[in-house]
């Protein structure tokens, strides 16, 4: 009895061990429902967002097989059917025709078939000539394998592609001998190359080496995978959701994915570490023949390169919107409290707004910027003019509900001479600086910026803001998200996040910046978009009408508001609830 029980508790022990590897690959902290009874909600219900991108209830992450069809924007994501922690792994769906307004459909893609019984994970969208649309996604196979299936709509002639199916040939991509099968997901969308060979990407990883390992097909049927991947990258770890995509040198115009490349096309390769849980991208050049992406070097090819958002934000994707020949990038935002807290409350995860982007005029980054659309919830708003805001002091905002707003504003900065000097170690880590110089120490040129989401005596804040250091022959322009006092809840999840922006500050001083506030989430936007943040908070009494706004200058510089404009937001149908 007691070898064979031994024997017993060792497969019991290998078992569990695999689902463990497989399920930690995913890299989302997976409960098997049901747990014990969750514990009393500590979090409003009032902190749901009311404009940002959600289900209903439960979990979701990450936004899946983007597009545009005949008239209708779909979003799949990633969504828990039974609870609001990750697991049981299913594609939602939901359509809009203006990217605001969301109806909820019944999930596109969930487990049945062999090659993703075990799950089914992120993927793609490519239309196939004769305005065919096909999603590649991850399915978790009856191995616990990570493979690539096909899906196609049951009925070209529903407006809203409600059912999807998968053909019996699946997966048309399987991990070879030899490749590592928990670390092989996440086909991007297709781009068709000369030759007439569709081409894409799977995330993976060889050791610690991040990797896009490349295949090609004629018919979408038969996937060969390329001798070398398209690129790869020392000690990045897993290449989780990749996204490759061309954009045009100059202007803010989209382009479709597979658009031919020529001298005025950049191609940009986005992927999402695992290992940090941060994104970054590069910008480079494609080679159409060799199949071969080369970043042009001019930032970091690894954890400390450029970034969408320098704050919760995750297993993004862009997609090209033939409507109105833009390039839209979603991501998902995912909570900051508990998991406790989250089995609680019944939701969890969020996408951000929608973002256009395009390649800045020194095509040395991405811009961003809401997509139009957003301005189309903007209702009763305030307007603050040529206003000086007092050193050491602030300025509140008044007259609107200010837990669900759009907020525009443009500061005027003199005085720089008053910045405080610029230590060079402070280079590569703008997020420790923001948590070392946070929004209440007092500084030369800034801090400078919003308290959002803040009781009336601001105890609790959420602040957003600028500081500018004098360097060797240029000034350093820091911008922050510093939620350290956002709630009184105790230990709370509250990280400071922050980068450089890459401008030279105008003669005139003044510099902008846009933050989207919706109840637990902040995202802000600094400079037209050069740099992006996005921050979850759960404040305990800034909430709902309690919420207030108010514009501060913590340094000796003086800063005056040239203009704000805050607009209240109306609540868009979301989802049905
Ligand atoms: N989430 C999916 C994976 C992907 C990860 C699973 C990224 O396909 O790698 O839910 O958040």
Redesign the pocket.
Known sequence: MGPRRGAGWVLALLALAHWWAVAME???AVYESPRSAPPAATVSSELRTRYHFRPPRNWI??PNGPMYYNGVYHLFY?YNPNGSV?GH?IWAHSVSTDLINWEALEPAIYPTIPSDINGC??GSATILPGNRPVIMY?GIDSQNRQVQNVAYPKNLSDPYLREWVKPEYNPVIAPGSGMDASAF??PTTAWLGGGGHWKLVV?SKWNKKGEAILYRSRDFVRWIKAKHSLHAARDTGMW??PDFYPVALRGQRGLDTSAAGGSDVKHILKV?LALTRYEYYTIGTYDHVKDKYVPDGTSPDDHTGLRYDYGNF??SKTFFDPKKNRRILWGWANESDTVDDDGAKGWAGIQAIPRTIWLSRNGRQLMQWPIEELESLRSKHIVVQNTQVPRGGFLEVQGIDSSQVDVEVTFEVTGLEKAEAFDPSWTTNAEALCGQKRANVRGGAGPFGLHVLASANMEERTSVFFRIFKAQTKYKFLMCHDPTRSTLRPNMYKPTFASFVDVDIPESGKISLRSLIDHSVVESFGVGGTTCITSRVYPSTAIGRNAHLFVFNNGLANVKVSKLKAWEMKRPFMNGA
């Open positions: 995913a890299s989302h992450n990450d990633q990750w792994i994970w992120s991850t997901r996440d995330g989780e959701c999402s995750y297993a």
